[in-house]
């Protein structure tokens, strides 16, 4: 309990959330309520807790895989129509983060969702900018927004939405580029003209989901063909050996989201991510070796892999990035040395400039 405490008291860097997936149930209904907007799906289950004053609480209901989840996803967004809406949607979202020890997040948003639904790109950016810089005053929580791909788009449509973040990019408000929504049958070179577009306008930082529900050579294809730096869940790509290596040799950042991988069925046992063998340098090659040469080949030809573990869609799955922590702490028994390399990692591997980065060491 005492390396349990030692987890819940660390500060985090979370890489990999998105700002719609943070939406909580509350935010939604009050958001609801001043908009006039009458959601028509039926999104959540009901439950009264008898300590709490028979209060009545809302969470999202469960999901089946990630394209029913993407559904419920874009379905809860539809309420957010105004420049304040995005604000609070920030601003609640760095509360969150702040009570989870956050001290430097690197979060996603669907832009392209909310336009060719008719609100102002404007609204969306500049509120979401306010609400996050309101929560860096008061949290010291920096934070870098990243644009999205969406694979649910077609390519052409996904060029568009590279136009539409051009001019944040120019205004120093979105930082980065991911491919993000559903995955199989959309392999990544689907959407190099995107990519190609996020270069020319000047994006240099870029990353991909792959291989959530799409194969390991997803994976592989994101990284050669993209060219990303940085790989999205990954999990595909993990298990297979040869995907594995070549994620540790490079040193790519892999952003676990354990519990999102549990909530969509990615994997069915927090047991099936193999973070032992993240964490250690590479036994095959020391095994090979005389035993006088263990140490060498430790320091020479293996490293660990590089990963950080992160949220996902908080509120949508109902945990928060120490959820996630405590989750992972418990099921596969980490060392305070392990929970140190990651912290480190995971700041070395975000897209903090280099003076933030040794602040935050
Ligand atoms: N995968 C792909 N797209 C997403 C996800 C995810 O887990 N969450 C929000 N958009
Ligand atoms: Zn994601």
Redesign the pocket.
Known sequence: HEQEAFVHALRRVELHV?I??AMTPDLLFTIAKRNGYQMEHDLFDWSTTAEHGAETTATYKEYMD?NHF?NV?TKATEVLKTHRDFHDLGYEYMRKAHSNGVMHAEIFVDVQTYVDRGLEADDVVHGLEEGFSRGQEEFGISYLMLGCALRHLSPDQCVDGMEILRPYHEQGLIHGMGL??M?RGQPPSKFLPAFQRAKDIGFERFTA?AG?DGPASYVSEALDVLGVTRID?GINGIKDQEVFERLRKEGTMVTL?PL?NIA?NVIQHLGELPIRKMLDHDLKVSRRRPWWRVEHAHAQESSPMQFSINS??PALFNSWITDNFIAIHKEHALSKADWIKISHDSIDGSWADQERKEEMR
């Open positions: 998105h719609e997936g990630l993407l996803y993000c929504s995955e989901h959530e869940h989201c999102s969509l996902d869609d």
